[in-house]
């Protein structure tokens, strides 16, 4: 599938998707984690009229809103689908709910519970489906449509203690103490993570992203069995399903780690969090594989010259290589719009 359509006769080009698949482009194409949500004052003004997040993500009008909403006010050259990484484990059967002040919880927690207790909702996911072709119909031809999800160990985390933590410790002893019963849950969300991704690329998503948030938590050998090999195995089924779509992997604290993910996943890009020196990745990962990121949150937040600098460092650590300018982790709520105005004008001059 190529970069450029054709429309009525007019070629359009979606420059996020053509860095994706190796093109290299200067400057570089934008998007930023997080971008559709509380920082943005229509975000805020939806949420009090509709209620909760949750019952938002399942409103497929009210979640294709919310995911154009950062593309109608900046024209950011990516739109990232509004939904969350939990929504696969409540598919799967367990309870999720979101707590003011608290995050997610989800009940039964699987290591109390065996993954047999839990009982499947058959069309749980419909609504996101329906989210993504309403998305599809409204967004700018040139803007690329993300879809994303999490990645079995993250998402194995929440199911397993129920709860999001610092050192995710509940989850790792069971993966010591009993990696049969975790390699279930891992095979188990392998399958239905590639099923739900391959229904957004066919309802209409240009690309995917594969979130491991919590993946800086484990060990050398723990990372190997946990993440590359279940992420080379999506990988590679989704290639198989769709091998024009590509693939962005973020194992988010992996460091040192991540040259070999990038080599044995198979992934398309890697996103680099905040914490990654933008000249070692360059260094260090496959040549001429794109690479997504990473400018530091904080950085966004305090503005003037401090973001100037740390835009500038980023883009001149990657003087050859295919890079989309993104953040090294989500937004956080308390970005002034004008920041963002700020990082765009100094991205696109």
Known sequence: MATRHENAGQVIDRPLLAVLRGERRDPPPVWLMRQAGRY?????????????????????????EITLQPIRRFGFDGAILFSDILVIPHALGQDLRFEAGEGPRLSPTLVDHALSVLEPVADRLDPIYDTVRKVRASLPEQTTFLGFAGSPWTVATYMVAGQGSREQAETRRMAYRDPAAFGAII????????????????????????????????????????????????????????PDTPIIGFPKGAGGKLPAYARETGVSAVGLDETVDPVWANASLPENLPVQGNLDPMALLIGG??????????RGAFPTRPHVFNLGHGITPDVPIAHVEQLLGRLRG
């Open 305 to 314: 010259d401090a973001l100037d600098a740390a835009i500038d460092t980023i």
């Open 40 to 64: 943005l004052p229509e975000y805020r003004a939806l949420r009090a009229e509709k209620g909760g997040f949750l019952a938002m993500a399942y409103d497929s009008d009210a979640a294709a």
């Open 187 to 242: 095979d188990t969300l392998v399958d239905a993570t590639v099923d739900y991704l391959s229904k957004q690329i066919q309802a209409g998503v240009d690309a995917v992203q594969l979130f491991d948030s919590w993946s800086g938590s484990l060990a050398p050998r723990e990372f190997e069995r946990w993440v590359i090999a279940p992420t080379a195995k999506m990988v590679a089924e989704l290639r198989r399903r769709h």
